[in-house]
């Protein structure tokens, strides 16, 4: 392609006349020679490739790595974020479906497992802001992927949607999987306050009207009797937060059907209700195993028991020995706990010959139902004890099974055993045939079996 030649426009320009004025030519300072000296950034790169021998390329793949680091030691010297959304993300988790995102965890997809509840509306918003520059359609396609399969791109949203919602994010923490609901039974072992200190802290985050915070905790075996009784009141008058609308079917917003909306919203609202006297009754239970394990409420009721009959003495002209009197009650308290140890080792023995028994019969019971299945399957191999080359009715097979679970069910576990043995040891049909009938002609004997009601082998 030729260049275009553009037309050259003169212009006519006048020149004012140069002042000969006295005052002009004493404005005009004197010629005066000066060095000019190439400046400039462009000058400074020019002069670093010749200093260094580099090329174009070369200089901009030196400038780019130098950006690079110092963006490297810009991150580093940011705030830490204690690797907020970094969480490793598993093929399962990776695989979630949108569409079913009340079957997923949504800490989990902000990469918030860790902090769960405890994270701040600040974390989650880090977190998404994470997943969503690693994740990003756009970015899988970067990486080769297949940037139409933005799934989980959408739960990362959702997550956000749910999670940066207090309403929303309530309703899940309620019924977060990760809570351990489990209470310790009433009669556990080991440290009361090791063991229920931590349930009650678990509990309290619950709280209604009340911060978590000033709901009264446990406390240590030093409590006072005030803060003890305190403790018991506040907990058995305990509102919980927890709605379980997160369990709620979806009502079909697109259905004509009013009636199908109406029994929709009501049948949610019995289940949450339902749900709620569940875990208001789980509570109360809590509240109860404590305070009957409380060694606090012993003491404080053996303390009790002590000045009524003291009081009971003094009414009578009894002077009771303080001293002896503690004596007492310690002797006391100490065949008291020496035969609950002794009852509890009663009962882990009767649970362990209780769990003995059970393996056995379930062993026994496994070993009789492979018994019967192998008498049945013996006179299966025996062609149901017809004739060679004739095939057995369909009438005959059902009658010949119906008596075999008649007799198997009449035997005891021990003749079934020695009947199938019986059968194994021979490989004449007849002599089968001929242990079967003794078996049932025995339990006819024997009153088990109405007499009658064996038609093939008696």
């Known amino acids: 392609m030729s260049a275009v030649t553009q037309p050259i426009t003169q212009l006519e320009i006048s020149l004012p006349v140069a002042s000969t004025s006295s005052e002009g030519a004493k404005s005009l300072s004197k010629p005066v020679t000066r060095k000019l000296v190439p400046v400039g950034g462009a000058y400074a790169a020019h002069a670093s490739r010749q200093a260094n021998g580099r090329s174009f390329d070369e200089d901009d793949a030196l400038i780019r790595a130098e950006n690079e680091k110092r963006a490297e030691e810009e991150r580093r010297n940011q705030p830490e974020d204690d690797g907020v959304g970094e969480e490793p ?139 003890v009784e305190e403790f018991y009141n506040a907990w058995y008058n305990f509102n919980s937060w927890r709605s379980f609308e997160w369990y709620d079917k979806e009502v079909n ?108 019969k379930e062993a026994a019971r496994k070993n009789l139902s492979k018994a019967k299945k192998a008498i049945k399957q013996i006179v299966t191999d025996a062609n149901y004890f017809q004739a060679p080359g004739s095939t057995a009715s369909a009438n005959v097979i059902e009658n010949q099974l119906n008596e075999l679970d008649l007799i198997a069910n009449g035997l005891e576990p021990e003749e079934t055993s020695e009947l199938k043995k019986t059968l ?20 006819v004997e024997v009153g088990k079996v109405e007499n009658g009601r064996f038609q093939q082998y008696i």
């Open 424 to 443: 194994d040891a021979t490989k004449d049909n007849e002599a089968k045939r001929a242990a079967i009938t003794n078996a049932a002609k025995k339990l």
């Open 253 to 360: 917003e697109g259905s004509e059907n009013r009636d199908d909306k109406r029994y929709t919203e009501k049948k949610n609202k019995s289940d949450r209700a339902q749900r709620k006297k569940e875990d208001n009754a789980r509570v109360r239970t809590l509240v109860d195993n404590a305070l009957a394990a409380d060694p606090r409420m012993k003491k404080f009721r053996q303390e009790d028991k002590a000045a009524r009959e003291a009081k009971k003495n003094k009414a009578k002209g009894i002077v009771s020995d303080p001293k002896k009197a503690q004596e007492e009650a310690a002797l006391k308290a100490a065949q008291e706990a020496a035969a609950k140890e002794e009852q509890a080792k009663k009962d882990a023995e009767n649970k362990a010959s209780k769990a003995t028994d059970k393996k056995a």
């Open 89 to 227: 993300e598993s093929k399962e988790l990776l695989a979630s479906d949108p569409k079913n995102y009340k079957a997923l965890d949504m800490y989990a997809i902000l990469g918030l497992s860790n902090l769960r509840y405890k994270a701040t509306p600040d974390q989650i918003r880090l977190a998404h802001k994470k997943k969503i520059l690693r994740h990003h359609p756009d970015k899988k396609a970067g990486r080769g992927g297949d940037a139409n399969d933005d799934s989980f791109f959408k739960c990362v949203a959702k997550a956000l949607e749910i999670l940066d919602n207090p309403e929303r994010r309530r309703q899940f923490d309620s019924i977060d999987e990760s809570i351990d609901d489990k209470i310790p039974d009433v009669k556990f072992k080991g440290d009361f306050f090791a063991v229920y200190g931590p349930v009650f802290d678990r509990e309290a985050r619950f709280s209604d009207g009340v911060h978590p915070d000033q709901v009264p905790r446990l406390g240590g075996a030093d409590a006072p009797r005030d803060q």
